[in-house]
């Protein structure tokens, strides 16, 4: 399967505790992004890479979300002190720089008790 | 700055009859236009995109969709609905990069398609 892969799918955790969500894109993409997408929403643009670097980080919703991609290939997005406001869809795609087209994961979906 | 608005958000139709979900923008620059179809339990899928080449764009599974400039709008159609087309749509949007960065994508509130027997 050479699309984008996220791990896990699911997440079950207890308010107050800190998850970390992956994402593997499209081998040759570059450019990496997170959404956010919750009940009856479109995604929400997050942040975005390309390659190692961290290009847009405004729009994540707090300080308690942080995302990296240390080598230019996989990502983490975590998600500090959870809340139950922060359950949603966890999105993941990847583009190749100049191209508009991105290649969506299956997403990662968060509930938080 | 981008937007967009799904006019629908809910659209019922018979099998074998058409299809249309329609999708106004609103951008500063040349945008692209996309639509992506999420079925339940699924990723978000490419359905078409529009980049500034023929304004009629055609995509998977028979759907379609025209850009007009005129009226801001980027319709999707398909002349015969299938039950397997009933899913989530979303149209999306994408300005031209600017300032050195990239932004994200833009979409719509989706329109849900029931596909009736």
């Known amino acids: 399967d050479t699309g984008v892969s996220q791990n896990p799918r699911h997440k079950i955790t207890k308010r107050g505790q800190n998850v970390t969500f992956r994402c593997d894109p499209i081998?040759?993409?570059?450019?990496l992004y997170w959404y956010r997408q919750t009940l009856g929403q479109g995604p929400e643009f997050l942040t975005y890479?390309?390659?190692?670097?961290?290009?847009?980080k405004s729009r994540l919703l707090s300080d308690r979300f942080s995302a990296e991609r240390p080598k230019g290939s996989f990502s983490t997005l975590e998600i500090q002190r959870t809340e139950q406001g922060d359950s949603a869809m966890y999105l993941c795609?990847?583009?190749?720089?100049?191209?508009?087209?991105?290649?969506f994961g299956p997403g990662t979906r968060l509930t938080v008790l | 700055a981008q937007s967009v608005t799904q006019l629908d958000s809910h659209v019922s139709v018979s099998e074998g009859t058409p299809v249309l979900l329609r999708c106004n923008y609103s951008?500063?620059?040349?945008?692209?236009l996309f639509w992506y179809v999420q079925h339940p339990n699924k990723g978000l899928q490419l359905l078409l995109k529009?980049?500034?080449?023929?304004?009629l764009v055609k995509g998977i599974n028979g759907f379609e969709a025209e850009f007009k400039k005129s009226e801001t709008s980027f319709h999707l159609t398909k002349p015969s609905a299938h039950m397997s087309d009933a899913a989530e749509y979303f149209c999306?949007?994408?300005?031209?990069?600017?300032?050195?960065?990239?932004?994200?994508?833009?979409f719509g509130k989706g329109t849900h398609l029931i596909i009736q027997p």
């Open positions: 795609a990847s583009s190749l720089q100049g191209k508009r087209t991105q290649y």
């Open positions: 081998s040759e993409h570059n450019r």
């Open positions: 890479f390309q390659n190692e670097a961290q290009l847009e």
């Open positions: 951008s500063s620059y040349s945008p692209s």
């Open positions: 529009y980049t500034s080449a023929a304004t």
């Open positions: 999306v949007v994408s300005e031209p990069y600017s300032g050195g960065g990239a932004d994200g994508l833009t």
